[in-house]
């Protein structure tokens, strides 16, 4: 069912990184039904300006083709927002990507690739942004970490738990930094979400399983992270920065995996 919305963003502006789908795509589109216009950027040109169209067009939305890894795309993306819409009040990377290697296997250029899209991503969106959110007098900043890393692991994830735990510490350091331009930097922590990359390559025994490990029973939707990304980038968190939200069901919370009250 829809979010209700109130177009409490009405007049902001936005540049979602990594929003041609998934969970980037629902924070868009979040954004764009709470009255914001909003820049998608991603790698993947035609399924995001597909998006964009979706959106209702060049008067609420518009593409721009980066890759976050290089510095260049990411002073392209905010300029695009600048020269489309007139400046930037919000930014959101949620780019990533997360190739399963065990570390005995991770080759240097894998490790290198997964931090320069996720953590190396983080600070050049971050760098990119803030002199027009400066002289704009403030802005959000709001990053998508994981319960991986920060909080928890499993095989495999060596390199992108040590990027999301990196943007942890990153988003720490740049709200007391930013702090003084009245830019608030905080991030959300998502736990196993559903989204099509899962469904289409996951099985339906594995998601089942997921889903068994979850307190509240379900894995997460896109749109439960845009509802939480919504909330940190209104006025009603405008007390909060340096923080991160963990949107995960309850599954980091049990101590085995015998949780659940059965009746007596």
Known sequence: ?????????????????????????????????????????????????????????????????????????????????????????????????????????????????????????????????????????????????????PKVSSPGHGHYAASKAGINGFIRSAAIEFAGYGITVNGVEPGNILTDGMKAHRSADFIRQMEEAVPLGRLGTPEDIAGAVYFLASDDAAYISGTTIVIDGGQILPEGNDFRLSPV
């Open 1 to 149: 069912m829809p979010a209700p919305t109130d177009q409490r963003l009405s007049g902001r502006i936005a540049l979602v990184i990594g929003a041609a789908r998934g969970i980037g795509r629902a924070i868009a589109a979040r954004f764009v039904a709470e009255g914001a216009r909003v820049i998608v950027a991603d790698t993947e040109t035609a399924l995001g300006e597909a998006t964009v169209a979706s959106f209702g067009g060049p008067s609420v939305a518009r593409f721009v083709e980066i890759d976050i890894s290089k510095k260049a795309d990411a002073e392209r993306a905010v300029a695009t927002a600048v020269e489309a819409f007139g400046g930037l009040d919000i930014l959101v990377q949620n780019a990533g990507i997360y190739p399963w290697t065990l570390i005995e296997n991770i080759e240097p250029e894998e490790w290198d690739a997964v931090l320069g899209v996720n953590l190396r991503g983080t600070f050049l969106a971050a760098q990119a942004a803030l002199p027009v959110m400066r002289q704009r007098g403030g802005g959000r900043m709001i990053f998508t970490s994981s319960i991986t890393g």
